[in-house]
């Protein structure tokens, strides 16, 4: 099955400075790789999403990158703000499949 | 519109009661999951049902776990017997049907379940 690897699992940054969070995953036909944002005491709330038909997309502050060959996938957030303050997920889903398979989180920092 | 909602929101049992956990996913979406969120971990898969077919169960960890989808809608979660491992945080998906294409799925606030 698909195995998601996900680093770092703790993230501190300064306000206004930008966070990176990195993916790995080792399936092959895994076409779907969604970002999720946790706060506490909430459920997983998708914040940006990328198919392997494309390598990069933004969404103002969020981007997330694609590197099929290398089969790994970045979140970069600029501009960080304290509201960034969570637990990010990645996950990866196969073509061949529906569930989400998920890696262990990073908790994300966001010093004012 | 509403999201996926579920309830309750926490659940304190003693070890060896069963209990129920309930989801109601957005209105329209034929596929829905549960996955499972233990402390300081990722989320872990447990079934998942699409439309009227079969359900695949094969992430539940054991066979005290059952889950039902009455009428392609609600989806009742249940854990017989329930032992301390089982206290984590139960978390519902939704999302257009899963075949072909990979439709975002969203999730409820899930149900903390601890099991004393």
């Known amino acids: 099955g698909e195995n998601v690897e996900q680093h770092p699992s703790t993230l501190s940054v300064q306000e206004g400075d930008s966070a990176v969070i990195k993916c790995t995953y080792s399936d092959s036909a895994s076409n779907y790789f969604p970002w999720y944002k946790q706060e506490l005491g909430k459920g997983p709330q998708l914040i940006i999403d990328i198919r392997s038909n494309v390598g990069e997309k933004k969404d103002q502050r969020i981007a997330v990158t694609l590197n099929k060959t290398a089969k790994h996938f970045s979140l970069h957030i600029t501009e960080t703000q304290p509201e960034d303050s969570a637990v990010y997920f990645c996950?990866?889903?196969?073509?061949?499949?529906?569930?989400?398979?998920f890696g262990a989180g990073t908790t994300v920092t966001v010093r004012a | 519109g509403a999201g996926v909602s579920q309830s309750p929101s926490n659940k304190v049992t003693e070890k060896g009661k069963d209990v129920e956990l309930r989801c109601d996913p957005i209105s329209g979406h034929t596929a829905l999951y549960w996955y499972r969120q233990s402390l300081g971990q990722g989320l872990e898969f447990l079934i998942y049902?699409?439309?009227?077919?079969?359900?695949?169960k094969s992430g539940l960890p054991s066979d005290r776990f059952s889950a039902e989808r009455t009428g392609g809608s609600v989806s009742t979660l249940t854990i017989q017997r329930t032992q301390q491992e089982d206290s984590a945080v139960y978390l519902c998906?939704?999302?257009?049907?899963?075949?072909?294409?990979?439709?975002?799925?969203?999730f409820g606030p899930g149900t903390r379940l601890t099991v004393l």
């Open positions: 996950a990866a889903k196969s073509s061949n499949d529906y569930k989400l398979s």
């Open positions: 049902f699409q439309g009227n077919s079969a359900p695949d």
């Open positions: 998906a939704s999302s257009l049907a899963a075949s072909g294409t990979s439709p975002p799925q969203f």
